[in-house]
T-cell receptor, first 117, second 108 residues
Framework: DTGVSQDPRHKITKRGQNVTFRCDPI?????LYWYRQTLGQGPEFLTY????????KSRLLSDRFSAERPKGSFSTLEIQRTEQGDSAMYLC???????????????FGSGTRLTVV | GQQVMQIPQYQHVQEGEDFTTYCNSS?????IQWYKQRPGGHPVFLIQ?????EVKKQKRLTFQFGEAKKNSSLHITATQTTDVGTYVC????????FGQGTRLTINP
């Protein structure tokens, strides 16, 4: 297992277009997280999954954002009708939790850098 | 979620000098994690602290969790150019809430 993979690495899109990002977590990890990061800021929580169930979604996430994790494996994050304010690095992370305890920290992917023009 | 405040936001040091970043919360934390993010890179997990007053060391890095579990610090002794990056603390039971990070730059 080579870690958390994200695709694509970079995405440039025109305002109003839809985009979809993919994340493949570490196979043994049962939790998957999506974060967004802008320059000079720490990662900002978007949503997370325990296996295939989406357990929490940030209030910052508008209705234009949707995430799925079918079969509890890879996950997709879709942004509809993109806006310039959506430009950011979208980070995916996975972790292993046993009995409510994080075994280790998060393993992050390299991220997808979205630029909306 | 509980917010964590990090200070300073930026720190520039001469190579060989020490560096410390602080992470503070107004409420008691269940745990604290520290990550390092190289310029243009993604966060990489360094360590997790869970117990009150816990101190852990990784070579030149020393991590502390306050007795009241409301603050934490990361201290680097004798910085090297490879230490350049942003050090970010994070806390949370179900999902992590990250601080803003302290960006460390080093003059060789």
């Amino acid at each position: 297992d080579t870690g958390v993979s994200q695709d694509p690495r970079h995405k440039i899109t025109k305002r109003g277009q839809n985009v979809t990002f993919r994340c493949d977590p570490i196979s043994e990890h049962n939790r998957l997280y999506w974060y967004r990061q802008t320059l000079g800021q720490g990662p900002e929580f978007l949503t997370y999954f325990q296996n295939e169930a989406q357990l929490e979604k940030s209030r910052l996430l508008s209705d234009r954002f949707s995430a799925e994790r079918p079969k509890g494996s890879f996950s997709t994050l879709e942004i509809q009708r993109t806006e310039q304010g959506d430009s950011a690095m979208y980070l995916c992370a996975s972790s292993l939790e046993v009995g409510g305890v994080k075994v280790y920290g998060y393993t992050f992917g390299s991220g997808t850098r979205l630029t909306v023009v | 979620g509980q917010q964590v405040m990090q200070i300073p936001q930026y720190q520039h040091v001469q190579e060989g000098e020490d560096f410390t970043t602080y992470c503070n919360s107004s409420t008691t934390l269940s745990n604290i994690q520290w990550y390092k993010q190289r310029p243009g890179g993604h966060p990489v997990f360094l360590i997790q602290l869970v117990k009150s007053g816990e101190v852990k060391k990784q070579k030149r890095l020393t991590f502390q969790f306050g007795e009241a579990k409301k603050n934490s610090s990361l201290h680097i002794t004798a910085t090297q150019t490879t230490d350049v990056g942003t050090y970010v603390c994070a806390q949370g039971a179900q999902k992590l809430v990250f601080g803003q990070g302290t960006r460390l730059t080093i003059n060789p």
